[in-house]
């Protein structure tokens, strides 16, 4: 099992078509989600009418939802106006299109047989998600996750990496000779963590590439290594200091882990109902059916002379 420890136009009305090409884009998840949730006549007040109809704040919070993206770069103020101005032209718009029958043509058909089709996969999926990330499942999953990792041991290291044998071997004398390393790399490596002093932190075994690993894992803690070739130049490798890695708190993972559990029994349930189907390809190939293999009888054996033994 794979551990889940270790992913604007402020301020202006939002065009019409931009907005409907994000709910088209967006997953129809929220929108059934929300609409499952009861709502207060008091707590959801009527904010516009258009020709009568009313659009509501349960309306706008559904929205806005469906157009998280679209939104991210707003204050809340403005997110609102330009959401109820968004639903304003969608229901103008919408009752001109059934005024012109639009809902007749067989594109706005097809259309809405797929978002239909898609509305009832996400509500379906959220319910199998929700109901599989119960307080004992998550433990189960933190508590497998942590023995793979708990015990392993991580170095603390810091490493100064040039193009040559020469440079590196310049840059060991240097050190030997009472050279700060965390300067000298600043000064002398050509890695993106120079300007950390070559900081690499705590690292496993297995994230580094095996020669700079074997070094780094058999030096002492204040020793510095000799030149140390890789497929990324030299480098000149310091351990800081060696742990026993520990897994996380639960609280501290418990989001990537819900996330984990949501997603493994979705893919779990849709393999399923896969395998349960029965699925045509008609624009590829079928498999050839395995034959099946021949029943042969078992036939006694002829008697065999007995064998002598060999002196």
């Not at 594109?107 to 929700?130: I, Q, W």
């Not at 030299?234 to 819900?258: S, Y």
């Not at 050839?288 to 002196?311: I, R």
Request: proline share 5%; with cysteine.
């Amino acid at each position: 099992m794979t551990s889940p420890f270790p992913e604007t136009k402020t301020g202006l009305r939002f065009g019409l078509a931009t907005l409907k090409a994000s709910l088209v884009v967006t997953g129809c998840l929220a929108a059934v989600l929300a609409a499952g949730l009861p709502v207060r006549a008091e707590d959801n007040p009527v904010l516009a009418k258009v020709n009568g109809v009313e659009i509501r704040q349960s309306d706008v919070a559904l929205a806005e939802e469906e157009l998280g993206p679209s939104l991210a770069q707003m204050d809340p103020a403005t997110k609102k106006d330009n959401v109820l101005a968004f639903l304003i032209d969608m229901k103008i718009v919408s009752k001109a299109a059934e005024d012109k029958k639009l809902e007749n043509s067989d594109d706005f058909k097809k259309r809405l047989a797929f978002a239909r089709s898609r509305l009832l996969m996400d509500s379906l999926l959220a319910t199998e998600g929700k109901s599989a990330t119960t307080d004992d499942a998550m433990k189960k999953v933190y508590e497998e996750a942590s023995k793979q990792i708990t015990g392993e041991q991580e170095v603390h290291a810091r490493h100064i990496l040039v193009e040559s044998e020469d440079e590196a071997k310049a840059v060991k004398a240097d050190l030997d000779k009472g050279a700060d390393f965390a300067e000298l790399a600043k000064k002398k490596s050509k890695d993106p963590g120079a300007s950390d002093g070559g900081d690499l932190g705590f690292f496993t075994k297995d994230q580094m590439v095996p020669e700079f690993s074997a070094v780094a894992f058999a030096l002492e803690p204040g020793k510095i290594s000799d030149p140390v070739k890789s497929q990324f130049g030299w480098h000149i490798i310091k351990v800081e200091e060696k742990r026993t890695r520990q897994a996380p708190a639960f609280d501290q993972v418990k989001g990537q882990i819900e996330t984990y559990v949501t997603r493994k029994a979705q893919a779990d349930y849709v393999a399923k109902l896969r395998e349960a189907a029965k699925v045509e390809r008609m624009d590829k190939p079928a498999e050839p059916a395995a034959k099946p293999e021949a029943k042969t009888e078992a036939k006694p054996e002829a008697a065999k002379p007995a064998e002598t033994k060999k002196k």
